[in-house]
């Protein structure tokens, strides 16, 4: 009892100094989070449980990012490295909630968000020209909103949820630095926005962006219902396979878009599963459902199905839209990341399968890259082809 005792005052007392300031200002903004437990705020002190420091530490991920911006001496200079976390941490006190609900401080979900669209605006290019800058730029704003819009909801539907879970229990509602009131005002902000990103388009893509509303309002509630929560969040997450198209075009080529939104999906069902693992005793717990619960130890035969139909969408949108050797070629290395995502996961590593889900924005982004090198090359094949035939 007394050694108990003695840590607890201990982590009391080393807390509070480093929330006074006494250790440096990165210090600082962990012990920021420190003060923050799953019941609400502890503004004097801490749980003398030391099992809520280690709930702490785990359930902020953020935090630990946030640690590369601070100075750290290398040959007596001090060095900075900039963070979507350090950035959330640096901006005025009464805004980092709302910066925090809408996981400006985790990027990972706008990147995956973001990504089908650069597919589908780059497909639609000209042969042998880059995707539109312009367009590009407008859909990385409307993924940034969408997927804020989409955090907050999630959050209004969880909050009980959250709150027994590690992991989520300091999200700004469930701990109570936002109210529900407060969150539907801002959802309504973002929405707005959101709104006037979706109406630079053509009358098209506006009706077939709005169309995506419903499932972006009802995919928190599927894990309350179903095991398959994860295939509504692919059907959300790569609307925007469809959506970039329609936006060069002015209507969707179905040859082109349906494969490759339904590769999206395919795509969505490994990473999240993979995610999922992370919850899945918390899951249990509280009585929300996953792919990851449903799987379980039959987890890599699933995800490798979900690779291979993944890929052969990825073919046969090629195919449609005329690809060239580069596309191909760039095919190949993303069915070998894939292959070694799924080969190499290990399902009861929280921190393992936080890794390889990151790691799917350098594989959509690869995927990219390849869509517009097989582009450009098609200019020199049409060059190439009229030279022939000029010799005939």
Same mark, same amino acid.
């Given at each position: ?6 840590? @607890? ?11 006074? !300031?006494?250790f440096?200002?990165?210090? #600082? ?9 799953? !019941?609400?705020?502890?503004?004097d002190?801490?749980h @003398?449980?030391?099992s809520?420091l280690?709930?702490?530490?785990y ?15 290398? #040959? ?8 979507a ?5 640096s901006a ?6 709302y910066?925090?609900?809408?996981r400006?401080?985790k990027p ?5 968000l ?9 497909l639609?290019?000209?042969?042998g020209?880059l ?5 590009l730029?407008l ?5 940034l909103?969408?997927? !804020?819009?989409g955090?907050t ?7 009980d949820f ?8 300091t999200?700004?509602i ?7 009131m407060?969150?539907l ?9 959101a ?8 009358? #098209? ?9 419903s ?6 509630l599927?894990?309350?219902i179903?095991?398959w ?20 075009k002015?209507?969707c ?6 494969p490759?939104?339904? @590769? ?6 490994i ?13 249990v717990?509280?009585?929300v459902?996953?792919?990851?619960l ?19 969408g ?12 580069? #596309? ?30 990151? @790691? ?10 390849g869509?517009?090198?097989?582009n ?6 049409e060059t190439?082809?009229q ?6």
């Open positions: 009892m007394l050694p108990a005792k003695m840590t @607890s005052r201990l982590t009391q007392n080393v807390l509070r100094r480093i929330h006074l !300031g006494h440096s200002p990165c210090v #600082y903004s962990l012990s920021n989070c420190c003060l923050h437990t799953e !019941g609400g705020r502890i503004r002190g801490l @003398s449980d030391s809520a280690t709930r702490v530490f359930s902020q991920s953020a935090v630990c990012s946030s640690l590369r911006l601070c100075g750290t001496q290398h #040959y007596g200079r001090r060095s900075f490295s900039l963070s976390a350090t950035i959330v941490n005025p006190a009464p805004v980092q909630p910066l925090r609900l809408m400006l401080d990972i979900g706008t990147w995956l973001y990504l089908p669209c650069t597919w589908s605006i780059a639609a290019s000209d042969p020209c995707p539109h800058l312009g367009m730029t859909f990385g704003t409307g993924a909103l969408m997927r !804020g819009a955090c909801i999630n959050d209004m539907w969880d909050k959250d709150k027994k879970v590690a992991r989520t229990a999200r700004p469930a701990s109570g630095e936002i109210s529900r407060q969150a005002v801002f959802l309504g902000g973002q929405l707005s926005l709104l006037g990103v979706l109406l630079c388009l053509n009358y #098209y893509s506006i009706a077939l962006g709005a169309a995506s509303l499932l972006v309002i009802t995919y928190p599927m894990k309350r179903t095991y929560p994860q295939f509504v969040l692919g059907l959300t997450f790569n609307w925007g396979a469809l959506l970039g198209w329609s936006a060069v002015g209507s080529d179905w040859s082109v878009c349906l490759l939104y339904f @590769s999206g999906v395919m795509w969505t069902l990473y999240d599963t993979i995610y999922a693992h992370q919850d899945k005793e918390d899951d717990k509280v009585g459902r996953s792919t990851a449903r799987f379980q130890d039959q987890t890599k035969p699933w995800l490798s199905g979900f690779a291979v139909a993944m890929m052969s990825l073919v046969a949108a090629g195919i449609n839209a005329e690809q060239t050797l580069p #596309y191909y070629a760039v095919l190949s290395t993303v069915a070998l990341h894939v292959t070694h995502q799924i080969y190499t996961l290990d399902i009861n590593k929280p921190e393992d399968c936080w890794k390889k889900f990151v @790691s799917n924005r350098n594989l959509g982004l690869l995927l990219f890259l869509i517009v090198a097989g450009l090359w098609k200019e020199r094949r190439l082809l030279n022939e035939e000029a010799f005939r």
